[in-house]
C-alpha cells in the first residue's frame, strides 16, 4: 500500500469523513437518548409535586403540623415514587422530610430562591444516582417547596451500555468500511490502471494503438476520449514531420549527388576551359535550386514551430503588382510566352508583410510561365470587391487535373510525376503560398482545367484605412 497513491488517499479521505460522521451520530444519539430518558422523569416528578400541592390543598388548612407529617408518610408510601419527597416552607420548617433523604442529609432551597419552573437537578447520594425535581408551590397563601426525586440508577446503566456498544460498533463499521472502501476504490480506478498500461506502451512505432474507452459516461471516459483525441493529433503530427524529413531527404539527395557526380567527372581527366566552365555552371544551376528549396524548407520548418512572424505594414497594391510583373515578365520572355498586366484604375491597400505577399505572388507566377508551353500567354490582375481585394493569376498552360486539385498545396506534392527537375520544382512553393496567406487572413482558390489553364486567387482584406484611391484623385 502505497501512502501516496490516489486509492490510498481515496480510502483514508473516506474513512475519515466516516468516521467523524459516526461519532457525530453516536454522540448525538446518546445526548437525545439521555435527554429522552430524562425528560421522562422529570415528567414523572412533575406529576409528583403536583399530586402534593393537592393533597396540600385538601388537608394542610384542617390539620396540625404532627397530623400534616402523618398524613404525608402515608401519602408517600401509598403515591408513586415511594418515600422520597420532601417539603419545608419559606422559614426552613421542615414540614415532612423523608426518612432516606433526611438521613442522607440532602439540602432543600427556600422558596424565595427558586423560580416559578422550580429546579431539576441530578446528583449522587450515597453513590446512588438520584435526579431532583424542587418547586415552590403556594398553599392557603404561605409558599412551600416541595422537592421530590427519583432513582436513575438503571437509566444511567442503560445509558453507560449504550455507549458502550457505541464506542464497539463505531470502530467494527469503520474497519468494514475501510476495506470496502479499499475494494471500492480499487474497483473505480481500475481502468485508470488499464489507461496507465496502455499508455506507457505507447510508443513512436505504436501511435496508432489507442487507449481503452470505459463505458461508464464520467471524467474517465471523458478523459479517455480527450487523450485519444490528442494521440491522433500527435500521430498526424509525427506522420507529417517524419513525411516531411523523408520528402526533404529525396529531394536533397538528388542535386546534392548531381553537384557531386558533376564534379567527380569534370575532375577525372584534363578538360579545357569551356568544359570546366559548362561543369561550374551546371553545379552553380543546380546549388541555386538547392538553396531555394533549404529557404522553403527553413521557412516551413518556422512556421510549424510557431517562430515566423510577419511584419504587416500597409502596401500599395498597385506598386506592388507592377514590380512583380516586371520580373514575371522576363521569365515570360524567356520561354517565349506572352505576358499582361492589368491595371488598376484605383490604389488599394492591404496590410501585409511586402516581402512575404511579393513571394506568394511570384511564386503563382512562376508556376504560370514553368507549365504553360511556348506561345501561351500568362496575366496579371487584380479586382476590388468590396472590402476584398482579388489577385488573378491565369495561364494557359496544362492545367490541373481533377483528381489533383484537392492536394496541390499539400508539401512536396506534384500533379505530374514524371516532370523533369527543370520544369517540375520541388513541390514546396504552393504550400509555402498557401501558408503565408493563412497567415495574412487571406485565402487562395483554383480553377482548372486539363490543357486548358489554370487561375490561382489569392483574396486578402482590404486595409481602408489607408487607401491611397483618394490620394490619387
Not at 475519515?16 to 444519539?29: E, K, M, Q, R, Y
Not at 408517600?76 to 421542615?94: N, T
Not at 424542587?134 to 422537592?147: A, E, H, N
Not at 489507442?210 to 490528442?230: A, F, I, K, Y
Request: charged share 25%; hydrophobic share 40%; aromatic share 6%.
Amino acid at each position: 500500500m502505497k501512502p501516496r497513491s490516489i486509492r490510498f488517499r481515496l480510502t483514508a479521505w473516506y474513512t475519515a469523513v466516516l468516521a467523524l460522521s459516526l461519532v457525530l451520530f453516536g454522540t448525538s444519539s446518546w445526548v437525545a437518548v439521555e435527554q429522552v430518558l430524562f425528560h421522562a422523569v422529570d415528567e414523572v416528578l412533575e406529576d409528583r409535586v403536583e399530586g402534593v400541592r393537592k393533597f396540600m390543598d385538601n388537608q394542610i388548612g384542617s390539620l396540625s403540623v404532627e397530623e400534616i407529617r402523618d398524613e404525608f408518610k402515608e401519602h408517600s408510601v401509598l403515591g408513586p415514587g415511594g418515600d422520597l419527597f420532601q417539603v419545608c416552607d419559606e422559614q426552613g420548617i421542615w414540614l415532612y422530610r423523608s426518612v432516606s433523604l433526611e438521613d442522607a442529609g440532602v439540602p432543600i432551597e427556600r422558596p424565595s430562591a427558586l423560580t416559578r419552573d422550580g429546579k431539576r437537578e441530578s446528583r449522587k447520594v450515597r453513590d446512588v444516582s438520584v435526579r431532583f425535581l424542587s418547586r415552590p408551590v403556594t398553599v392557603l397563601g404561605k409558599s412551600y417547596t416541595v422537592q421530590v426525586a427519583a432513582l436513575t440508577g438503571e437509566i444511567e446503566e442503560g445509558l453507560d451500555r449504550f455507549q458502550e456498544a457505541l464506542l464497539l460498533l463505531i470502530p467494527a463499521v469503520l474497519a468494514v468500511a475501510a476495506a470496502g472502501g479499499w475494494w471500492m476504490s480499487r474497483r473505480a480506478l481500475a481502468p485508470v490502471d488499464e489507461i496507465t498500461e496502455t499508455a506507457r506502451s505507447i510508443g513512436e512505432r505504436s501511435l496508432s494503438q489507442r487507449l481503452p474507452v470505459p463505458s461508464t459516461n464520467d471524467q474517465l471516459e471523458r478523459l479517455s476520449r480527450t487523450l485519444n483525441q490528442m494521440l491522433e493529433r500527435i500521430e498526424g503530427a509525427f506522420q507529417r514531420v517524419t513525411q516531411f524529413t523523408a520528402d526533404a531527404s529525396h529531394e536533397l539527395r538528388t542535386p546534392i549527388a548531381l553537384m557531386r557526380t558533376t564534379a567527380e567527372l569534370a575532375l577525372r581527366k584534363q578538360r579545357t576551359d569551356q568544359e570546366y566552365r559548362q561543369a561550374l555552371s551546371e553545379v552553380l544551376a543546380e546549388s541555386e535550386r538547392t538553396t531555394g528549396l533549404i529557404e522553403n524548407l527553413l521557412m516551413l520548418a518556422r512556421a510549424d514551430a510557431g517562430k515566423a512572424q510577419f511584419e504587416q505594414t500597409p502596401i500599395d497594391v498597385a506598386a506592388l503588382l507592377f514590380d512583380v510583373g516586371g520580373q514575371a515578365r522576363k521569365l515570360a520572355i524567356q520561354k517565349n510566352l506572352q505576358f499582361r498586366l492589368d491595371s488598376l484604375e484605383s490604389r488599394p491597400t492591404v496590410l501585409a508583410d511586402a516581402s512575404a505577399l511579393r513571394r506568394v505572388l511570384l511564386i503563382l507566377l512562376d508556376n504560370a510561365v514553368k507549365y504553360t508551353p511556348a506561345g501561351g500567354s500568362v496575366s496579371l490582375s487584380a479586382t476590388v470587391a468590396g472590402s476584398r481585394l482579388h489577385i488573378d493569376v491565369s495561364d494557359t498552360g496544362i492545367g490541373i487535373d481533377s483528381e489533383d486539385l484537392p492536394h496541390i498545396f499539400e508539401r512536396f506534392y506534384r500533379a505530374d510525376k514524371s516532370r523533369s527537375r527543370d520544369s517540375g520544382g520541388s513541390g514546396l512553393g504552393l504550400a509555402l503560398a498557401k501558408w503565408i496567406a493563412d497567415a495574412h487572413q487571406a485565402t487562395i482558390t483554383v480553377q482548372s482545367a486539363v490543357n486548358r489553364g489554370s487561375t490561382f486567387r489569392l483574396d486578402l482584406p482590404l486595409d481602408r484605412a489607408h487607401d491611397l484611391s483618394a490620394e490619387s484623385c
